[in-house]
């Protein structure tokens, strides 16, 4: 492989990359906003409390079975 030709794969790799880089730029664009930190927390802990209600539940079958 000649000079040339290693400098022309690598330029037309470089542009391949570009042309890549600009689908994902114009796709994360046209994602919608993520949900707010505050949202987001707020979600977790209801997420975390139903999900320690129904161990608590659990917890109780299990005594009542013993």
Do not use: N, W
């Not at 000079?3 to 796709?27: K, N, W």
């Not at 949202?39 to 539940?57: M, N, P, S, V, Y």
């Amino acid at each position: 492989m000649t000079e040339e030709s290693a400098e022309t794969r690598i330029i037309m790799a470089i542009g391949r990359i570009e042309r890549a880089l600009a689908r994902v730029e114009t796709a994360t664009a046209a994602r919608p906003a993520a949900s707010q930190p505050s949202d987001l927390a707020r979600k977790h802990e209801a997420l975390r409390a139903e999900t320690r209600q129904a161990i608590g539940q659990i917890d109780d079958l299990l005594k009542g079975l013993g």
